[in-house]
């Protein structure tokens, strides 16, 4: 394999890489963050390895609050929301995209609209909500609004995927006598796979950083997700920003490494994908 | 005037929906022990004990059935941890019978407690500021303590000037208040001073202009202010205000902007002409500003009185405070004691749907006493809103000592509170805008006088 | 093929769970929120009916220039540099020929993963304006452009949009990846081998195809913009004065700085309005061009 070496080549894998650094420097930066205190992160040292390493920012955190705990809690209700997403908004945008049915766009419409809805000014009405089914201080609290909001975009990213997929696929799986459901779940379901793995990691993240419904609808410790630790740093005047980098390191790292691993799992899927298609 | 905290803290936890609508809320606080530590004292011996007198004029409750309580609390950093734990600790010595559950509070603009109120989820007792208080008193989610129990007591007990604190404009009770009238102060350090040949303190603006010269040619900040927080700028502006309107935003009740607010518009414009503040000033945080204050990257800084304490920690006897520069040294001598600061209601305030109303009552009146006397006593911090009988055990720092020898006896007034939301916003808006370069007073003037002319019908 | 689309039962069982969920969850919410922007109402309390002048007030606000005019330019920013940027690094990317490739989509994604506290705190001390790197790398370079990248009202809210943009590009990225891998690489392979050359291929074959993709990715991006907060809250509060205000911004100082929650609720109503409105729009667009293959 003979490459001929442009000098286009050159400076376009140069500008890849420089990109790439650019995207990956606050990873570095979050972690020497975490090791900073006050004065090293604004004035003496923002950018560079810090000084004088302050690993008791990571003693604090551990001691303000139950940080295992604090994770499960995470974990847990991030992982639920996320299946349920997949499941509900796959199911739905099928319908859209194939199924007829006469309130099909106005359905896919309405469905768009939660994408715009600022949270601010539907939380009271929510909380109201929760604390009538029951669900304050309880998963379900977060799952369910997590879920939700959820379903808008995942159902448009799905929609999407849909649309391009050949009708005959189904036609031919239709003539060998398929059921629809069985045509969906062997069928469809595996060709939107990248979908799947794209839509299931930006949902996990977006419940694991979630702050504002955690902070108004949990109040018990025992409940309570990994963001919420970020209050134990702020005081009434000072705020102790190299604290909050550990608690920021903590809950990010694991995503990190996670998608790391998923990356790989996705490319597969894509892979695959159009394999299927092609 | 310290709510905006949520912003900071927004920053931190505005890890938020990222997908659907971005939002936040926020401020902060502890919770980690809340639920442990508070509880303890009560869970662990609620046995009534029959020498439950009082000697702080608070009387013990009629019951003496166990009783809980549900309180909504600040309890994030020493400032809120302590003298809520020495509340709580005095608490069980007195009523032995209430047991508190505290659900820690943080500076969130209210949005929790709101959400507490729309869902008819209201604590026992909570800390209202007297934003709150209005729209609570509106929908009766707050309990009017006019003819409460405790009340004509505490009234009584209030230190001098303190009715603000308590009492709101239209003579209602709804909160027992703990602490005093604050007010803000320029401090600055007397060694970069020196350094630099500015004489202090600074008398008049002319003195003030020629040092920040002296400073910007060493190379030295002249004023480090965290006008990242709205509130701050607000505050300077109402320093230079009431040099020549002791009364402060409650003279705004026409429709156009009173001559005192022009001329502090202008002399707070050609300050920063003068290049009083640095470029990045209304992006500079309390930790940053504080920073520049304490390395001697700044020569002042302005700040509550609160601040007190931990520029005497940093700096010790190279900091000192002054009052606020004026036109001319006559008007100087005339309005220093015009304090910059304005009581405002707020405390413990208790609700009207809980069920041991009456204890609650007692308690929140207890709390504030007890909040207030943790100050005096422990910190030696003489602004709280009650007398208090009990020696100081603190030694406050000097800075604090000349406040209390020089100035707080000769108070001549505090600035009155202006009732209307917007004009209140407008003024936090456009005094940070007065910071930035190219907005100029005259800008200030026409924005303000919309705002006037359209609320002050 | 009819009864088999057709299937009511089919289409109840799929389509109902997510629609009833989400009603409860969102819809009801919102139809609260449009109920209440017909009243003066402090979030609380009983409220009083005040019909439309709540959206009277609102025109009348001069927020809503701001906010309007800061919405249009933080959505162009982020269509600019996320769909641009993402476009071509996505196409390079599912280029194979191009070496770690894999890392590099990797490496793009990481911000994504990071919290937006974390990517604000890093961009606040990048635009200091006098350790910042922005401004070092100017003199360096020797260019006499120094700015108060955060503090000055012209360019503020460029500087920040240009930090979600940044931060949320990965997202895109990922997307329009996702795009170009759905579609049969013989597509373009066919156009090679006619004489394309391989940007012609994309421009003529893969960049078409990926019209649903473009779609999708354009309303997130605009709605995005239009109704962007976080950033602006975290970095500047909005300020100095208003000059960062965005619909949501107002939002939220309405509904919670000044007891006016029917005022914010009507502004809501706004905010969907246009966001629906721009969605219509970029449909109609994309109408014309449908292709499917």
């Given at each position: 394999?003979?490459?001929r070496i442009?000098?286009g080549?050159?400076?376009?894998?140069?500008?890849?890489?420089?990109y790439?650094?650019?995207?990956v420097?606050?990873?570095?930066?979050?972690?020497?963050?975490?090791?900073?205190?006050?004065d090293?992160?604004?004035?003496?040292?923002?950018?560079?390895?810090?000084?004088?390493?302050?690993f008791?920012?990571?003693?604090?955190?551990?001691e303000q609050?139950?940080?295992?705990?604090?994770f499960v809690?995470?974990?847990?209700?991030?992982?639920?929301?996320t299946?349920g997403?997949?499941?509900?908004?796959?199911m739905?945008a099928?319908?859209?995209?194939r199924?007829?049915w006469?309130l099909?766009?106005?359905?896919?419409i309405?469905?768009?609209?939660?994408?715009?809805?600022?949270?601010?000014?539907?939380m009271?009405?929510?909380a109201?909500?929760?604390?009538n089914?029951h669900?304050?201080?309880?998963y379900?609290?977060?799952?369910?609004?997590?879920?939700?909001f959820?379903l808008p975009?995942?159902?448009l990213?799905?929609?999407g995927?849909?649309?391009?997929i050949?009708?005959?696929?189904?036609?031919?799986a239709?003539?060998?006598?398929?059921?629809?459901?069985?045509?969906?779940?062997r069928?469809i379901?595996?060709?939107?796979?990248?979908?799947?793995?794209?839509?299931?990691?930006?949902?996990?993240?977006?419940?694991?950083?979630?702050?504002?419904?955690?902070?108004i609808?949990?109040?018990d410790?025992?409940m309570?997700?990994?963001?919420l630790?970020?209050?134990f740093?702020?005081g009434?005047y000072?705020?102790?920003?190299?604290?909050?980098g550990?608690?920021m390191?903590?809950?990010?790292?694991p995503?990190?490494v996670?998608?790391?691993?998923?990356?790989?799992q996705?490319?597969?899927?894509?892979?695959?994908?159009?394999a299927?298609?092609g | 005037?310290?709510?905006q905290?949520f912003?900071?803290?927004a920053s931190?936890?505005?890890a938020?929906?990222?997908?659907?609508?971005?939002?936040?809320?926020?401020g902060?606080?502890?919770?980690a022990?809340?639920?442990?530590?508070?509880?303890?004292?009560?869970?662990t011996?609620?046995?009534?004990?029959?020498?439950?007198?009082?000697d702080?004029?608070?009387?013990a409750?009629a019951?003496?059935?166990?009783?809980?309580?549900r309180?909504?609390a600040?309890?994030?950093d020493?400032?809120?941890?302590?003298?809520?734990?020495?509340?709580?600790?005095?608490?069980?010595?007195?009523?032995?019978?209430?047991?508190l559950?505290?659900?820690?509070?943080?500076?969130d603009?209210g949005?929790?407690l709101?959400t507490?109120?729309?869902?008819?989820?209201?604590?026992?007792?909570?800390?209202?500021?007297?934003?709150?208080?209005?729209?609570?008193?509106?929908s009766k989610?707050?309990?009017l303590?006019d003819?409460?129990?405790?009340?004509?007591?505490?009234?009584s007990?209030?230190n001098?000037g303190?009715?603000?604190?308590?009492?709101?404009?239209?003579?209602?009770?709804y909160?027992?208040?703990?602490?005093?009238?604050?007010?803000?102060?320029?401090?600055?350090?007397?060694k970069?001073?020196?350094d630099?040949?500015?004489?202090?303190?600074?008398?008049?603006?002319d003195?003030?202009?020629d040092a920040?010269?002296?400073?910007?040619?060493?190379?030295?900040?002249?004023?480090?202010?965290f006008?990242?927080e709205?509130w701050?700028?607000?505050?300077?502006?109402?320093?230079?205000l009431?040099?020549?309107?002791?009364?402060?935003?409650a003279?705004?009740?026409?429709?156009e902007?009173?001559?005192a607010?022009?001329?502090?518009?202008?002399?707070?414009?050609?300050l920063k002409?003068a290049?009083?503040?640095?470029p990045n000033?209304?992006?500079?945080?309390?930790d940053?500003?504080?920073?520049?204050?304490?390395?001697?990257?700044?020569?002042?800084?302005?700040?509550?009185?609160?601040e007190i304490?931990?520029a005497d920690?940093?700096l010790?006897?190279?900091?000192?405070w002054?009052?606020?520069?004026?036109?001319?040294?006559?008007?100087?001598e005339?309005?220093?004691f015009?304090?910059?600061?304005?009581g405002?209601?707020?405390?413990?305030?208790?609700?009207?749907?809980?069920k041991?109303?009456?204890?609650?009552?007692?308690?929140a009146?207890?709390?504030?006493?007890?909040?207030?006397?943790?100050?005096?006593t422990?910190?030696g911090?003489?602004?709280?809103s009650?007398?208090?009988?009990?020696p100081?055990?603190?030694?406050?720092p000097?800075?604090?000592?000349?406040?209390?020898?020089e100035?707080?006896?000769?108070?001549?007034?505090?600035?009155?509170l202006?009732?209307?939301?917007?004009?209140?916003?407008?003024?936090?808006?456009?005094?940070?805008?007065l910071?930035v370069?190219?907005?100029?007073?005259?800008?200030?003037?026409?924005?303000?006088?919309r705002?006037?002319?359209?609320e002050?019908? | 093929m009819?009864?088999?689309?057709?299937?009511?039962w089919?289409?109840a069982?799929?389509?109902?769970?997510a629609?009833?969920l989400y009603?409860?969850?969102?819809?009801?919410?919102?139809v609260?929120?449009?109920?209440?922007s017909?009243?003066?109402?402090?979030g609380?309390g009983a409220g009083t009916?005040?019909?439309?002048?709540?959206?009277?007030?609102?025109?009348r606000?001069?927020?809503l220039?701001?906010?309007l005019?800061n919405?249009?330019?933080?959505?162009?920013v982020?269509?600019?540099?996320?769909?641009?940027?993402?476009?071509?690094l996505?196409?390079?990317c599912?280029?194979?020929?191009?070496?770690?490739?894999?890392?590099?989509k990797v490496?793009?994604?990481?911000?994504v993963v990071?919290?937006?506290?974390v990517?604000?705190?890093?961009w606040?001390?990048?635009?200091d304006?006098t350790?910042?790197?922005?401004?070092?790398?100017?003199?360096?370079?020797g260019?006499?452009?120094?700015?108060n990248?955060?503090?000055?009202?012209?360019?503020?809210?460029?500087?920040?949009?240009?930090?979600?943009?940044?931060?949320?590009?990965?997202y895109q990225?990922?997307l329009?990846?996702a795009?170009i891998?759905s579609?049969?690489e013989?597509?373009?392979?066919?156009?090679?081998?006619d004489?394309?050359t391989?940007?012609?291929?994309?421009?003529?074959i893969?960049?078409?195809?990926m019209a649903?993709?473009?779609?999708?990715?354009?309303i997130?991006?605009?709605?995005?913009?239009?109704?962007?907060f976080?950033?602006?809250?975290?970095?500047?509060s909005?300020?100095?004065?208003?000059?960062?205000?965005?619909?949501t911004?107002?939002?939220?100082?309405?509904a919670?700085?000044?007891?006016?929650?029917?005022?914010?609720?009507?502004?809501?109503?706004?905010?969907?309005?246009?966001?629906?409105l721009?969605?219509v729009?970029?449909?109609r667009?994309?109408?014309?061009?449908?292709?499917?293959?």
């Open positions: 394999m003979l490459t442009k000098p080549s050159i400076l376009l894998q140069g500008l890849l890489w420089i790439f650094i650019v995207s420097y606050p990873l570095f930066w979050m972690i020497t963050y975490s090791l900073k205190n006050n090293q992160i604004f004035v003496t040292n923002p950018f560079g390895i810090p000084l004088h390493m302050h008791e920012n990571y003693v604090h955190a551990w609050f139950n940080v295992p705990r604090y809690n995470s974990l847990v209700v991030s992982a639920i929301s299946c997403i997949l499941l509900l908004s796959v739905f099928y319908t859209v995209a199924m007829e006469r099909r766009e106005a359905a896919r309405y469905m768009i609209i939660g994408m715009f809805i600022p949270l601010q000014v539907i009271i009405p929510l109201i909500l929760v604390k089914f669900l304050t201080n309880t379900g609290a977060l799952i369910v609004p997590y879920i939700a959820g975009f995942s159902s990213i799905f929609y995927f849909m649309r391009t050949p009708v005959e696929l189904e036609e031919s239709c003539m060998d006598g398929a059921s629809i459901y069985r045509t969906f779940f069928i379901v595996p060709i939107v796979r990248p979908a799947v793995a794209t839509i299931a990691i930006f949902q996990f993240l977006g419940a694991w950083n979630e702050f504002l419904l955690a902070y609808l949990i109040s410790e025992a309570k997700t990994l963001p630790g970020l209050l740093f702020q009434q000072s705020t102790d920003w190299g604290g909050m550990a608690v390191t903590i809950a990010s790292l995503m990190v996670m998608f790391l691993f998923f990356s790989d996705v490319e597969r899927a894509l892979t695959v994908g159009s299927v298609k | 005037m310290r709510n905290r912003t900071v803290f931190t936890a505005a938020l929906l990222i997908l659907s609508a971005c939002s936040s809320g926020g902060n606080a502890n919770n022990n809340n639920a442990a530590t508070a509880p303890d004292n009560a869970a011996a609620p046995e009534p004990t029959e020498s439950a007198t009082n702080d004029g608070a009387s409750p019951t003496k059935e166990p009783v809980k309580l309180i909504y600040a309890y994030f020493d400032d809120t941890k302590k003298p809520y734990d020495y509340a709580v600790a005095e608490l069980k010595k007195e009523m032995p019978n209430v047991e559950v505290l659900d820690p509070s943080m500076q603009d949005q929790k709101r507490y109120a729309a869902s008819g989820n209201m604590p026992d007792i909570f800390q209202a500021d007297y934003k709150t208080m209005k729209a609570f008193a509106a989610n707050i309990e303590l003819d409460a129990a405790p009340t004509a007591q505490f009234k007990d209030l001098p303190n009715e603000p604190v308590m009492i709101t404009p239209d003579g209602h009770v909160s027992y208040p703990f602490a005093g009238i604050e007010f803000q102060i320029l401090y600055y350090n007397k970069i001073f020196a630099a040949g500015v004489e202090a303190p600074i008398k008049t603006y003195q003030w202009k920040i010269q002296k400073f910007k040619a060493k190379g030295i900040v002249p004023l480090a202010i006008s990242k709205k701050i700028g607000n505050s300077f502006f109402k320093g230079l009431t040099r020549e309107e002791p009364q402060g935003y003279a705004l009740t026409g429709k902007l009173p001559d607010f022009e001329l502090a518009a202008k002399q707070f414009n050609d002409d290049g009083l503040f640095d000033a209304t992006n500079t945080n309390y940053q500003a504080s920073s520049m204050f304490y390395t001697g990257k700044a020569a002042m800084l302005v700040n509550g009185q609160w304490y931990s920690k940093n010790g006897a190279d900091v000192d002054m009052y606020w520069p004026a036109k001319d040294e006559a008007t100087y005339a309005s220093k015009n304090m910059d600061g304005s405002e209601p707020g405390g413990f305030s208790v609700s009207p749907t809980s041991n109303k009456e204890t609650a009552i007692e308690v009146a207890f709390l504030a006493r007890k909040y207030a006397e943790f100050k005096y422990q910190l911090n003489p602004i709280v009650v007398k208090i009988d009990k100081v055990v603190a030694k406050p000097a800075m604090m000592q000349r406040l209390i020898d100035t707080l006896p000769n108070v001549k007034s505090f600035a009155k202006n009732e209307n939301v917007k004009i209140n916003t407008a003024l936090d808006d456009n005094t940070q805008n910071i370069k190219g907005f100029s007073d005259a800008d200030f003037d026409k924005n303000m006088n705002v006037l002319a359209s002050n019908k | 009819r009864h088999y689309f057709g299937n009511k089919a289409i069982a799929f389509a109902l769970p629609l009833l009603s409860l969850v969102v819809s009801y919410p919102v609260q929120s449009l109920y209440r017909f009243f003066e109402w402090d609380i009916f005040n019909g439309l002048s709540n959206y009277a007030e609102l025109f606000d001069p927020l220039a701001t906010s005019r919405g249009g330019i933080f959505a162009l982020l269509v600019v540099f996320q769909i641009g940027l993402g476009t071509i996505a196409l390079v599912a280029d194979i020929k191009i070496k770690g490739r894999k890392v590099l490496g793009y994604f990481i911000p990071l919290s937006v506290t990517v604000c705190q890093l606040i001390a990048i635009y304006p350790n910042g790197l922005v401004n070092r790398l100017f003199e360096l370079v260019i006499p452009y120094r700015q990248w955060l503090t000055s009202p012209a360019v503020s809210i460029i500087a920040i949009a240009f930090v979600n943009a940044w931060q949320f590009m990965g990225f990922s329009l990846y795009g891998k579609i049969p013989q597509y373009v392979e066919a156009a090679i081998i004489g394309c391989k940007w012609g291929a994309h421009r003529r893969t960049i078409p195809l649903e993709t473009f779609k999708f990715c354009l997130v991006a605009i709605t995005g913009g239009i109704g962007a976080v950033q602006m809250l975290i970095m500047t909005g300020g100095p004065g208003t000059t960062n205000f965005t619909l911004y107002m939002i939220y100082r309405y919670f700085s000044e007891f006016e929650y029917g005022y914010a609720c009507a502004v809501s109503v706004f905010l969907v309005a246009i966001s629906l721009a969605t729009i970029i449909n667009l994309f109408r014309q061009e449908r292709m499917t293959y």
